[in-house]
């Protein structure tokens, strides 16, 4: 690595500690793996061995209150698509950071509907997100967020997730 790069990784290292992003470029992927051992846990699994199965018009009890769980799976999408159409959106960095990590919830909770759901249909509407990250970024997420990842997938997930994240930051200005 020469200077340059050296320096500039220093920079961003330093950067990204002032604003408590230690662990930024994994960031996604704990959004995404904390939604899904929560969504586990509310539906009453004790152990990932255990036979996992559940239709989505099952009702389970959440922080929210109860609630189907289709509702619960849309509630980061709904909520996200909320923040992303706000006129002036984002209006700073936590925010943009923020809607990331719901988006990123959101494709946790999808991907245990993927692996355990009886009958779930991936048609839910993403088109606002795809306005935020572009229809490629979006499709990667939906084909890559699937099931438990391993620690190869978490490393090209950080670089995707890091590269994506800065190109927000640079569109938006924040």
Not at 8 to 30: A, D, N, R, V, W
Not at 73 to 81: C, E, G, R, S, W
Not at 114 to 121: A, C
Request: charged content about 20%.
């Amino acid at each position: 690595m020469d200077k340059v790069t050296s320096y500039i990784k220093e920079c961003e290292t330093e950067f990204m500690q002032l604003l408590g992003l230690t662990s930024f470029p994994i960031y996604g992927y704990t959004e995404y793996h904390a939604a899904q051992i929560g969504f586990l846990k509310v539906l009453g699994v004790k152990s990932i061995k255990q036979n996992i199965s559940f239709s989505m018009s099952d009702f389970i009890d959440t922080e929210s209150g109860y609630m189907s769980i289709q509702d619960y799976v849309d509630a980061p999408l709904l909520l996200a698509n909320e923040l992303i159409g706000h006129a002036n959106f984002p209006t700073e960095f936590k925010v943009l950071k923020d809607t990331m990590g719901v988006i990123f919830n959101y494709f946790g909770r999808r991907s245990i509907c993927k692996m355990y759901s009886k009958d779930y249909q991936d048609n839910a509407d993403t088109s606002t997100i795809e306005k935020l990250l572009t229809h490629a970024m979006c499709s990667f997420l939906k084909t890559y967020l699937i099931g438990v990842l391993t620690n190869q997938q978490i490393a090209v997930l950080g670089k995707f997730y890091k590269d994506m994240f800065w190109a927000l930051v640079n569109r938006y200005h924040v």
